[in-house]
């Protein structure tokens, strides 16, 4: 009777636990096609807020805006992170802990603590916020270079941990043979340790573009006058009140970031044919 009890119990538990997690998203999705302008009240079914989002400039600017940081700090993190998680696994040095611990420092620390810290850097070290004009898919940007450096400095963290999780649990030995067979120190990387490493390097560089598309307080903090990304963007709007256009947008970044997700899953998911692509590679 008791286990049965205590089954139920954690039956009602999980779903009030789901029903907590997940129901805003629920509501924000559904009301992102209310017809109606109201938020409380559903009036019929639209697609219209979603088309005055493709024909809103603005929005339009801060999503190709989101996309550029997002893409640029990601490359270089994920260069930099897995260069660092090499490093930081493979290598001991005079100092080395105190340098691991401050790679975790952007994952412990308080975002708005980094972006104030980021936001005093650039104001003494005469950095500014000098705008990076480029042109991306066709789109005239202004980016400043303080929100990408901004992006890239608390990314590095987080691929690094990724990265070296992924080295810490790999099979040595491969390397070993590899040497034994002659190769040199490149080609054991490249074709050895390289492909065992890309899980932990895409899943890492998924991580980072996840992060940057989505944050608002270092953005905030380090983009200057005039700058919007997309976070930013929706965060003027929800000022004047919630609206549908609010949710469609809410809902295309879930959308984005339920993708991102997927395309992790099923990388993790081949990384069990990583020996395969080895002998392939040798």
């Known amino acids: 009777m008791r286990a049965r009890l205590g ?14 997690l997940y129901l805003p998203i629920i509501i924000v999705v559904i009301f992102s096609f209310n017809d109606s302008r109201s938020t409380a009240q559903w009036s019929g079914f639209t697609m219209s807020w979603y088309q005055e989002l493709v024909q809103d400039e603005q929005i339009i600017l801060s999503l190709w805006n989101s996309l550029f940081v997002a893409v640029v700090s990601t490359l270089i993190a994920t260069v930099l992170g897995t260069l660092a998680a090499l490093g930081l696994e493979r290598y001991s040095f005079r100092g080395k802990l105190v340098v691991d611990s401050a790679f975790y420092l952007p994952i412990i620390i308080p975002d708005i603590a ?6 005093i850097f650039f104001n003494t070290s005469g950095i500014g916020f000098e705008p990076w004009h480029v042109s991306f898919v066709g789109v005239r940007l202004a980016v400043p270079y303080s929100v990408i450096i901004g992006h890239v400095a608390f990314n590095i963290a987080f691929v690094t941990v990724v990265v070296r999780a992924r080295l810490a649990s790999m099979d040595m030995t491969l390397e070993e043979a590899a040497n034994d ?15 065992m490493l890309m899980p932990g390097i895409l899943g890492g560089a998924l991580l980072a573009f996840t992060l940057s598309l989505d944050d608002f307080v270092i953005t905030f903090f380090t983009s200057g006058a005039g700058f919007n990304t997309l976070p930013v963007r929706v965060f003027g709007m929800i000022k004047r009140g919630v609206t549908p256009e609010i949710n469609a947008v809410s809902t295309v970044m879930l959308v984005a970031s339920f993708l991102l997700i997927i395309i992790s899953i099923v990388t993790r998911m081949r990384s069990g044919e990583d020996e395969d692509a080895i002998q392939f590679g040798l």
Not at 114 to 119: S, T
């Open 7 to 20: 089954s139920s119990a954690l039956v009602i538990y999980g779903i009030l636990a789901f029903l907590f």
């Open 114 to 119: 980094m972006a104030i810290m980021l936001l």
């Open 181 to 195: 067979l002659y190769a040199n120190s490149w080609q054991t990387f490249r074709r050895v340790t390289l492909p």
